[in-house]
């Protein structure tokens, strides 16, 4: 090639309407929406009950890998998760084992994903004499006993929390949640169906509440879990009271991001420090050790991932308020969220259910539901009372889609209509049954 005439490839700076229209790009007609749903359970050894190590963790990988055709996931030649297509098994901060499913089109399709994983973990775990706990946090050992695997980003996201919360990286070494990811037709139906999820997660908080127990007693919270992240790092977490202002669109959401500071910039795979600065920050150049460096939307998009409200909107909704637990429980979440939110009519419904809820008493929610579950009081009543109204609308939206799928409320609605949460279940079997011992929950909510 003659050099003289070669030119270089110039790219366009990012532009605060490119970060608008990624969101954007998330919109889809309603035929193409899908359910995506994700888990974390806990490793633990079966003869001591012991957090499995990272050592073990890599034998496990490995195993599933090779006798169920998982492609394996390296990081400075260390399996650290595995990919099926679409699927991936990934790790947490503290070992957790991780499934994040297929985008999918009915509860069915979910319901075997699921069972399909957990048989496929549980078949070369038991050969290791391990097994897979559904708690919303860890029962019975300290932090220091959790091991910490090995992933560059854990380390950036440890030493943020470290400085800027309470708890510190506890909110990801020792919890484990369901979660469950919804499509948007457009920024009007975001808007509808964040507000709608937002005001509702502290009852969903409450309706799968399953962390009562740390370092090897109750810790005086139905969801433990839920709590601590009231401690974490204000910021990035709770209920974005700014979702309800009139004003709210993809927008308002992107003002937001551009303010918070990024924890790590990934560059041919090394993470860098990006030491306090902003997005904002960094996409005007200035103020930056790192001003060589040019933002890409791959880059807002690792950013968007580092912040941790109840909802989170990236090119779908992530639902985020459930303590993960027994199997009838994460069927449960997918079919209480796709219900309420997938058919028009409950949506509407659910909207104006919460027209005049105050920010005041969300925020009072989201406080008070780790503690007392399903009997907070709520405008003079328990919270069982709206979790019942809920409940109905999505096994109502669930009959009017047509695929059979309400079954799958099943485990939820036998918690709305007792008022007991799972946590005050397992409570009442510690103080019973168990005589004051957490080493049953072992067996209680092992998968």
């Known amino acids: 090639m003659d050099t003289a005439t070669a030119s270089c490839v110039v790219t366009k700076p990012l532009t605060k309407e490119d970060l608008i229209a990624y969101f954007a790009s998330g919109c889809k007609p309603k035929e193409m929406w899908r359910i995506g749903t994700e888990h974390e359970k806990f490793g633990f050894e079966i003869k001591t009950l012991r957090p499995i190590e990272f050592e073990q963790i890599t034998a496990l990988l490995n195993g599933i890998a090779e006798r169920y055709d998982w492609d394996k996931v390296m990081e400075n030649e260390r ?48 050969e290791m004499e391990i097994g897979f706990l559904g708690l919303g946090y860890e029962p019975k050992c300290s932090l220091e006993d959790i091991p910490v695997v090995p992933k560059q980003r854990f380390y950036f996201v440890a030493d943020h929390l470290a400085k800027s919360s309470s708890s510190g990286p506890d909110v990801f070494f020792r919890t484990c949640t369901v979660q469950v990811n919804l499509d948007y037709s457009s920024e009007t139906d975001m808007i509808r169906k964040l507000r709608a999820s937002l005001a509702l997660q502290p ?10 127990f740390s370092n090897g007693k109750p810790n005086g919270f139905v969801s433990v879990r839920s709590h601590i992240y009231i401690d ?37 795979k090394i993470y860098l420090n990006c ?46 308020g459930a303590d993960v637990g027994p ?34 008493e969300l925020e009072m929610l989201r406080t008070q539901v780790p503690i007392t579950g399903l009997k907070t009081m709520f405008r003079d ?30 485990a939820v609605a036998e918690v709305v209509r007792t008022g007991v949460t799972p946590a005050e279940k397992l409570l009442e079997l510690y103080n019973g049954e168990w005589g004051q011992n957490v080493d049953h929950v072992f067996r209680e909510l092992q998968y």
């Not at 509860?107 to 496929?120: I, T």
């Not at 939206?397 to 099943?410: F, K, P």
């Open 79 to 126: 399996i650290i998760g595995l990919k099926q297509g679409i699927k991936s098994i990934s790790l947490e901060y503290g070992g957790q084992l991780e499934l994040s499913g297929a985008p999918l089109e009915t509860l069915h399709q979910v319901c075997d994903e699921l069972n399909s994983h957990l048989h496929q973990v549980k078949n070369v775990a038991e």
């Open 203 to 212: 009852v969903v908080t409450a309706m799968f509440a399953n962390s009562p």
């Open 232 to 268: 974490s790092d204000k910021s990035r977490t709770g209920m974005l009271p700014f979702v309800f202002d009139d004003s709210f669109g993809f927008e308002r959401y992107v003002e937001y991001a551009l303010d918070l500071p990024m924890l790590f910039l990934i560059r041919n």
């Open 275 to 320: 030491g306090g600065m902003t997005f904002r920050e960094f996409l005007s150049g200035k103020n930056s050790h790192l001003s060589n460096e040019q933002p890409t939307i791959d880059d807002w998009e690792t950013h968007i991932g580092t912040i941790w409200p109840e909802v989170r909107l990236k090119r779908y909704l992530e639902m985020r």
């Open 381 to 410: 009543k328990p919270l069982k009372h709206v979790a019942e109204d809920v409940l109905k609308l999505a096994k109502d939206g669930l009959e009017r889609r047509g695929y059979n799928e309400t079954g799958y409320l099943d």
């Open 327 to 360: 199997l009838g429980m994460l069927y449960a979440l997918p079919a209480f969220w796709v219900g309420l939110l997938y058919d028009e009519n409950s949506l509407q419904t659910t909207l104006n259910m919460i027209d005049d809820w105050t920010l005041e």
